[in-house]
């Protein structure tokens, strides 16, 4: 069993996706391979999560439905240049959500969350490139004994992140929700590590928008990949 505690919400009463994402991951493996999670229906706050193992498969579920499923799957993406601290600094002053974010309690991008409650990731478009970007320096409230975040923390800086390189550049009708992410931890930063949050598009079909996401270190190091399906919902 898990249990989301309601820190880690995105909307009000569901949770962040990339933090569900990351807890179904990990029931899987602790090993740095990819892993390919799709969301099934919203993860629950708050309330036990039955896990189950299905051959390779894990399946997060809840009253009779599932969840999330979590499976071993390969991670092609390619990442893009790393991003300058400074100059994320500067394209998150233009992150588009600030005043009208639709889940402004979000636990990853969300404004009203306080300083080390929160990650307050909040991308932005970086000059001259088609990249969203923001600064991050995770907390030590964040870290394991050992002083390295977490992995379902970077699993939930890869989710919101991946999502503005498309809002930055190719504007959208409808709210937009996770429905998978396969991400790959190459390793995980150190509290009050300088790091950067990347975002970019790839393509849409229909409602759902295909995008990639990075973390970097300050110095260009990769930290973590990912690439997410969004879905558009009205």
Not at 47 to 74: F, K, S
Not at 124 to 145: K, Q, T
């Amino acid at each position: 069993m898990i249990t989301i505690d309601r820190r880690f919400c995105g909307p009000p009463t569901s949770a962040n996706g990339g933090y569900a994402c990351g807890l179904a991951a990990a029931q899987l493996s602790d090993l740095p391979e990819p892993v390919e999670v799709t969301l099934r229906s919203p993860p629950p706050l708050d309330t036990p999560i039955e896990v189950e193992r299905v051959g390779n498969l894990v399946l997060l579920r809840h009253d009779e439905r599932t969840v999330a499923e979590a499976v071993r799957a390969p991670l092609t993406l390619q990442p893009p240049a790393p991003v300058p601290f400074d100059e994320a600094t500067q394209a998150a002053r233009g992150y588009p959500w600030r005043d009208t974010h639709p889940f402004p309690g979000c636990f990853v991008c969300g404004p009203d969350r306080a300083e080390g409650d929160g990650l307050r990731i909040f991308p932005g478009a970086v000059a001259g490139r088609e990249l969203a970007a923001a600064p991050w320096v995770p907390p030590a409230s964040f870290a394991d004994a050992g002083g390295l975040i977490v992995p379902e923390i970077v699993w939930a800086a890869l989710d919101c992140p991946s999502w503005f390189g498309a809002a930055c550049f190719h504007p959208t009708e409808g709210r937009p929700l996770l429905g998978r992410l396969t991400a790959a931890i190459h390793s995980r930063p150190r509290a009050g590590d300088r790091c950067v949050c990347v975002g970019w598009f790839i393509g849409r079909r229909d409602r759902k928008v295909q995008v990639g996401s990075a973390l970097f270190g300050a110095d260009g190091t990769l930290h973590a990949l990912g690439q997410a399906i969004w879905i558009l919902v009205a």
